[in-house]
Nanobody, 125 residues
Framework: VQLQASGGGLVQAGGSLRLSCAASGRTFSGYAVGWFRQAPGKEREFVAAIRWSAGTTYYAASVKGRFTISRDNAKNTVSLQMNSLKPEDTAVYYC???????????????????WGQGTQVTVSS
């Protein structure tokens, strides 16, 4: 499966952005899809994930209550709605997918087989 992330941009603190991850090559059915981010000089970190079939969602503590991950069956996309953005949310955001993930490892980048290109999110103070 090939992934295409989009929706990044520049926003002021307190604002919102919506990222989208589209799949080509096959549907997301049976996959877990995650969002990760990487700021300059930092390791890639987990943001949120969704198990497509069950709809179960997972969030990093730093974004819970501000970000919402969702799926659109008709469009075969996973979205990340980001509200109340903070300067510390600034990073390149990546979507990733796994067909064989173990739920206990859903927050681990190396658990994902497929990655999209990143999309830059910049939050100004």
């Amino acid at each position: 499966v090939q992934l295409q992330a989009s929706g990044g941009g520049l926003v002021q603190a307190g604002g919102s952005l919506r990222l989208s991850c589209a799949a080509s090559g096959r549907t997301f059915s049976g996959y877990a899809v995650g969002w990760f981010r990487q700021a300059p000089g930092k390791e890639r970190e987990f943001v949120a994930a969704i198990r497509w079939s069950a709809g179960t969602t997972y969030y990093a503590a730093s974004v819970k209550g501000r970000f919402t991950i969702s799926r659109d069956n008709a469009k075969n996309t996973v979205s990340l709605q980001m509200n109340s953005l903070k300067p510390e949310d600034t990073a390149v955001y990546y979507c990733a997918a796994s067909l064989r993930i173990i739920v206990s490892m859903i927050r681990t980048p190396s658990s994902y087989e497929y990655w999209g290109q990143g999309t830059q999110v910049t939050v100004s103070s």
